[in-house]
């Protein structure tokens, strides 16, 4: 192969390697940009929209057969358990903890977290050992009671 | 302290009803995130390839036959890496691995270009580094199980370092006595003591870093810390530089002060740290100066290689021609003479790249370099709790001072000591190293995607200056107006 064209082709090497940079610098600065954190202060990112609070998700639930189709709202925070001071009362169910887990929103993201019940809280059948994000559809169980999350 | 888990009663977990499984749709973020991986790698190997290419070119008129099988291996191999990070680490950061593919790549085609044999050994060493990389997102599932077996990461570190020393089983290669031969196989446990070693110097400072940021022993207007607490610090420390320093190995004494003078800088947030750390350095190596010939050697062939042209110097004079005859734009790949300097492959890989690609470039390397510690460091500032961060920042700082090291060295900026370019030079101890430490970067970084949602939920977020960069508690949801 003639150098004058191997030149070129080196030319056109050097070119896709910094066009690999380059990509790469843009996925940096979206990584960036991505909100590492919640938006934080009142009313979310527009000040101006404040909006009366309303419920930010709603747990529904589906299991025991006796209580299927009780709602629970979530606002800020709610705490499941047998305690009376739950906003989810697990009566009768001797699996769960007196304070089983909580449930509560962080920016956009709604959250649950096990309060170290001796049984464990299962989201979509996987026991979790962290504060674990739920999406719309999630199934969690505490002790015997599953529940949906409808938001 | 690290807060013991709680203990599971077995039986009673066996007594929960199984809940039934239900699909979820993965979050948008996480699969845009992972197809941006996949997309770069795959450019970036393509790239590399058409590099590859091109050096067969300049010695043949037509494309090389296996072209087609080196591609498919090469993307094959990204590709294995990529779906273990989708299965194992589905929120991590897109750059990494892109950018150790670049590398492992660029590698690739640079030792193919200096040695076909050697590169055929490579090649061999990537699949095992990926492999490692694999087995290392398998087994370490949260990255904290780390921080609780220090000691144990201790004591296998040291082996690892005086492994080479034990007659029968080290075998000394070129001058250095670094080596283990198994068979057929020689490794340098030392490159798996630098990852171990910085584990547990993460979680040791984890641990102390309150006591080591508050001193109570004024010396003129510096106050030390409790020499109680440094103690066992300037001891791993020492023994590390002495067992390295017999083995002559200056290049890893080198690589570890450096590495745990930042990681002390870092967990402390005390500047003096960086001072003490220079001023043990200097001292360190105007002893080492007086007291080892080869150390006299390497710093007088640094200010001076031209009256030893032929001899010590050889090596980095001949590394200057080849900056030199590269100039701005290079020979062009398989164009050049690199051939000449002795060891290119392996510590001199940079001039080779640097007579055919010319500062355009060795400046694109060093870019993918630092865009790889940029990405290592962000981890390290996005994680919320104190280990994870002091080991990202550790293995980031390994990578980062190591390249600093070798290329410094090669350009005659700082005496020439030997170390490896990470991902690029050849090397399989230090190839499959860093894939180690790739994959542990990459454990971090999805785990931060995970707990920065979750706060600081862990027991150690309290405490020093620089660790409290933590986002605010999930107990405190922002207040909204009525």
């Known amino acids: ?151 | 302290m690290v807060v013991a888990p709680s203990p599971v009663v077995s039986d009673a977990t066996a007594d929960a009803p199984s809940p039934t499984r239900i699909r979820v749709p993965r979050r948008r973020a996480t699969t845009r995130r992972r197809r941006t991986e996949l997309l770069l790698g795959v450019f970036a190997l393509v790239t590399t390839t058409f590099g590859y290419a091109l050096v067969q070119l300049a010695d043949a008129p037509d494309l090389p036959p296996d072209l087609w099988a080196i591609l498919a291996g090469v993307i094959g191999l990204f590709v294995v890496a990529h779906l273990a990070v989708r299965w194992l680490a589905p929120d991590a950061d897109p750059t990494l691995l892109p950018l150790a593919a670049f590398l492992t790549g660029f590698g690739f085609l640079v030792v193919a270009r200096l040695d076909e044999d050697l590169a055929r050994v490579q090649a061999v060493w990537a699949a095992v580094g990926v492999v490692a990389f694999v087995v290392t997102l398998a087994v370490v599932r949260r990255i904290r199980t780390l921080e609780r077996y220090r000691y144990t990461f201790l004591l296998l570190g040291v082996l690892a370092l005086v492994l080479p020393l034990f007659p029968g089983l080290g075998a000394e290669i070129n001058g250095a006595r670094l080596w283990v031969r198994l068979g057929p196989l020689n490794f340098q446990p030392g490159e798996a003591a630098k990852v171990l070693l910085v584990i547990f110097f993460a979680a040791y400072l984890v641990d102390k870093r309150e006591m080591l940021s508050t001193g109570t022993r004024w010396v003129g207007r510096v106050a030390l810390p409790d020499p109680k607490y440094l103690g066992p610090l300037l001891l791993a420390w020492g023994a590390s530089l002495l067992i390295m320093v017999r083995q002559k190995d200056l290049g890893s004494s080198l690589l570890f002060f450096a590495v745990f003078a930042a990681m002390l800088y870092i967990a402390t947030d005390r500047g003096s740290y960086l001072l003490i750390g220079f001023g043990l350095f200097a001292g360190g190596a105007v002893i080492a100066y007086q007291l080892f010939d080869h150390v006299q050697t390497r710093v007088s062939t640094w200010i001076d290689p031209w009256p030893v042209a032929q001899d010590e110097g050889f090596q980095l004079v001949q590394s200057m021609f080849a900056f030199g005859s590269g100039g701005f734009a290079g020979a062009g790949l398989g164009l050049g003479n690199p051939t000449t300097i002795p060891n290119v492959a392996t510590d001199f890989v940079f001039s080779a790249v640097g007579e055919e690609l010319g500062l355009v470039g060795g400046i694109a390397v060093v870019a993918v370099v630092l865009l790889l510690c940029g990405s290592g460091y962000r981890i390290a500032v996005q994680a919320a709790r104190p280990f994870p961060k002091l080991f990202a920042a550790g293995l980031t700082t390994i990578i980062g001072v190591q390249t600093f090291v070798i290329i410094g060295g090669v350009t005659r900026v700082i005496p020439l000591t030997g170390v490896t370019l990470p991902f690029v030079s050849y090397g399989g101890s230090s190839l499959v190293a860093n894939f180690v430490i790739l994959a542990l970067l990459l454990r971090i970084s999805d785990d931060n995607a995970r707990v920065r949602v979750a706060g600081p939920a862990g027991a150690a977020t309290s405490g020093a200056p620089p660790m409290t960069t933590s986002p605010p508690s999930a107990t405190a949801p922002p207040a909204r107006p009525r």
């Open chain 1, 1 to 151: 192969m003639p150098e004058s064209a191997l030149t070129l082709l080196k030319f056109v090497f050097l070119a896709l390697v910094y066009l690999f940079l380059f990509f790469v610098v843009r996925v940096v600065v979206r990584e960036l940009r991505a909100p590492v954190l919640a938006p934080a202060g009142p009313g979310g990112p527009n000040p101006r929209r404040v909006e009366a609070p309303r419920a930010f998700a709603v747990l529904q639930v589906v299991a025991p057969e006796a209580r299927v189709g009780e709602r629970v709202e979530i606002t800020d925070e709610i705490t499941v358990g047998r305690g009376g001071g739950c906003a989810l009362v697990l009566v009768d169910d001797h699996l769960a903890s007196r304070v089983h887990a909580r449930v509560f929103r962080r920016g956009k993201d709604l959250l649950v977290e096990d309060l170290e019940s001796s049984n464990g809280t299962f989201v979509n059948g996987r026991r979790i050992d962290r504060t674990t994000r739920l999406a719309r559809g999630d199934r969690i169980q505490f002790g015997q009671t599953v529940c949906d999350v409808q938001r």
